[in-house]
């Protein structure tokens, strides 16, 4: 069966988590059948590191299974992607969430992205 790249814009806006506010943010999104459940896909999005962040870690999940986590020291902009290992996903409504665990200060993400395999 013939495999072809696909993607899921889950959120083109900006989210703002803050150690002093909102620690953690989630998303729901949905996969249409005849994705490639059982093959790696690519979470991708865009960081703002605020320029008074000390020692600010976060961790990222996709249905519960951590996938990343970082920490950072004041500013700091990028794009990040990681590698989401197969049967992490399932058909029909999957979860992501961002989440502050420790340090203070303030970031940003945006324009979040799953990239995975579809079957045609």
Known sequence: MPRI???SAITDGKFTLSTSGDIDFDRDFTLESGAG???S???????FVDPGAASLNFEVAV?????LSYGYNGPHHSTLHEVIGGNV???GTNNVSFRITGGTGN???GD???F???DI
């Open 63 to 67: 249905n519960g299974s951590p996938q």
């Open 5 to 7: 790249a696909d993607y």
């Open 37 to 39: 459940l059982g093959s």
């Open 89 to 91: 996903l399932k058909a």
């Open 116 to 118: 995975y395999q579809r």
């Open 112 to 114: 979040v992205v799953l």
């Open 107 to 109: 970031l940003s993400f």
């Open 41 to 47: 896909s690519i979470l991708a999005f865009v960081l």
